[in-house]
Every structure is written in C-alpha cells, then in structure tokens.
C-alpha cells in the first residue's frame, strides 16, 4: 500500500556546502526558487508553503577536526534539524521537497522520513538517482567529503557517528534501495555496494535497456512491496551538456529527454511521497539553466505533462 499525501508541497531549503569538495552548491536552494519552482508546482494544481531555509554555519567559520569526515559535527547538528522539520511535514500529511545543498543532505532527509516510517510502520524505499553511489565511509573516502557517504550510512555501513545519526539505524534496507545513472564510483566504493548490495542502474544499463523499462521495472517491484517512495535526486545525474552547473559534473548522464522521461514515469506512477534535490551548483552554471532545468525537473516528476 502506497501512503497518499495530501496536495501541500512544503518546500525545505538546506544549504549546505560542508559535505562536498567544491564551494556553490548553498546557493542552490536559492537557484531552485529563482528558476520558478514555487510557481510551476502551484501550476500543477499544488498549495505550496515555502519554511525557508535551515540555518547552516558557513565554512569560514569551522575547522577540519577529522580529514575523514569534514566538517561532521556541523552536519550532524543541522542535519538533525532537518530531519525533525521534514519528519513534521509527513505527520501533517504534506509532501516534503527538499532543496540542497551538497547530498549530505540526504542524511537528514532519509532520517526523518526513516523516523516517521517506522512510527507508522510503513516501508521506506528510496530511488537514488545520481551519478555517483554516495557509498563511501570514512574508511573508503579518498576526500573525506560526507556528501559521498549518505547512501551507505543511511543502510547501516560507516562511521557510528553516521550510521546512528537521529537515534536508530538502519534507515533503509538495501533491498528497498535502487540507484539510477551510476557512472563514477570509487575502487574502495565498490566493494561496499558489493557489500549492502542494492539495486543499481549504471549508465550502462541505462544504453542497454533504455530509461523507461528501468523505471517502469523498479516501480512495479516498489509498488509491490514499498509504502512510502523517497526519490532522491542528484541533478549531476543529467549529463553536464543539460546541466553544468552541479556539484560534481561528470560526462555521460542522462539526456535531456531520459531525465524528464525518468521523472515523468514517477508522476505517471502516482506513488512518491517525498523528494529532495540535491547538488545544484550556480558557480559553475550558466544564467541558471541548470536550475530551470532541474525545477522543470522537479514539476515533471510532479506531474507536469508535455500534453
Ligand atoms: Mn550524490
């Protein structure tokens, strides 16, 4: 049984650039609702309430105390925060988004809809789209940035301070989790998604089967078994031809149409209860068309339909 959410998209910015290597991406939130995102959804037929932003301290601020996990106790501060205030959102019954922000964000995101999942005894499952894993640990990292770690943390693999962040752990079996557009893993990396052993969808499968019987594939087999759908949507998924200006631009992404039509599935599908998007990088953009693109994006996997 798929839980139904009520037609409010609350809108929950969290601008942090402390889990990634390149400064930018805290100006994402602010690039997502520059680009309209309030005012496409609202065309959809939504009611939109925006709570702003959490606040995060800035990185001139802070010290490295540990190269493995930079920044940490900031994130684990105001990602707690996050993870309260998107665990609140489902209880009133609204549609949580979420704005990043590096993807360190998820570690809240996926804590809070963790917490309120198991206090309603549903089943979590997450569609990760990315073209990285996000599986790294302290032990695996080779920069010792948390925004490549939150996947692997979340399913109970890396450092405790992460693993059981939020007061439990896991947040989500590997089994109800599935990664879309893979394309850079790290050595080390790869034997810890050997290890959890989650669905993934590399860019190759992507070629070989094309995008639409992916995800047609992974939402009847979520369908079956999922009560609540948790996309997670790292816009350096989209090859930077669409989309430079993210985190962590690597070549052979999803083109134009794959991503929309990847997200048009989802909202044809009826059955996501939360999304957050992660990884929008101005610095690196051009006149923030990657943000247009990735709020179109957004309106695609909330409905928005060519005809
Ligand atoms: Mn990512």
């Not at 369908?223 to 609540?228: L, M, R, V």
């Not at 759908?229 to 790292?234: A, E, K």
Request: hydrophobic share 40%; with cysteine.
């Amino acid at each position: 049984m798929i839980k139904h959410i009520e037609q409010t998209v609350s809108i929950i910015g969290f601008p942090v650039d402390l889990g990634a290597g390149r400064r930018g991406v805290d100006m994402g939130p602010s690039a997502l609702r520059i680009a309209g995102l309030e005012s496409k959804l609202k065309a959809l037929g939504y009611k939109v309430e925006d709570t702003g932003d959490i606040n995060i301290e800035i990185m001139e601020r802070q010290k490295i105390i540990n190269p493995k996990l930079k920044y940490l106790d900031e994130i684990l501060k105001t990602s707690k925060k996050l993870a309260a205030r998107i665990e609140k959102v489902l209880e009133q019954n609204k549609f949580p988004l979420c704005l990043g922000g590096d993807h360190s964000m998820a570690l809240g995101t996926l804590a809070g809809i963790a917490s309120y999942c198991r206090k309603n005894n549903l089943t979590l499952g997450v569609i990760w789209i990315d073209a990285h894993a996000d599986m790294n640990t302290d032990e695996t990292t080779p920069s010792g940035n948390i925004h490549g770690m939150p996947l692997a943390a979340s399913m109970g693999l890396g450092h405790p301070e992460l693993v059981d962040f939020y007061g439990f752990a896991p947040k989500l079996k590997p089994e109800n989790c599935t990664i879309i557009a893979a394309r850079s893993i790290d050595p080390e990396e790869r034997i810890n998604i050997k290890k959890l052993n989650p669905t993934v969808y590399t860019m190759s499968d992507v070629d070989k089967l094309g995008i639409h019987r992916i995800i047609s594939r992974v939402l009847k087999q979520f369908k079956e078994k999922i009560d609540h759908i948790h996309v997670s949507f790292d816009v350096d998924s989209v090859d930077p031809n669409f989309a430079p200006g993210v985190g962590t631009p690597v070549p052979g992404g999803l083109n134009y149409r794959e991503a929309h039509l990847l997200m048009e599935s989802i909202a044809e599908c009826g059955c996501m209860s939360s999304l957050g998007v992660a990884e929008v990088n101005p610095i690196l953009d051009v006149k923030n068309n990657s943000a247009k693109f990735a709020a179109d994006l957004i309106a695609s996997s909330m409905g928005q339909r060519i005809l």
